[in-house]
């Protein structure tokens, strides 16, 4: 039973557990969840693989060209979004090579 002006102790540190951080400053744990969603969120961009018979895979270096120039190196490939990989892999789609988006998660 509560007594008028006196609650009961459970209920003081259930409040002050959760008022002392909005006191204070400090975040709560739904506002760390956001900060930690927000810094780790990434968007998904794509790199077109190129592959022709037994030779060894190359990736899309330059589109503006006739012939679309390549590089072997996956880190100086063009990273694109998928309308624009996809509108490669429609261009190059008659020639005799294999073809594949290949998904890469890039930070902003």
């Known amino acids: 039973m509560v007594s008028a002006g006196l609650t009961h102790p459970y209920f003081e540190t259930r409040f002050r557990a959760f008022a002392l951080p909005l006191l204070i400053g400090a ?7 956001f900060q930690a969603t927000q810094e780790t969120m990434k968007n998904t961009k794509f790199v077109v693989k190129v592959v022709r018979g037994t030779r060894v895979a190359e990736y899309v270096q330059r589109i503006d060209r006739s012939p679309v120039q390549t590089t072997l190196k996956r880190n100086l490939a063009l990273v694109m979004g998928k309308f624009t ?15 594949e988006l290949v998904p890469v998660q890039v930070t902003e």
């Open 27 to 33: 975040a709560t744990p739904s506002q760390q969840n």
């Open 85 to 99: 990989a996809e509108d490669i892999v429609n261009s190059l789609g008659n020639s005799r090579c294999i073809l």
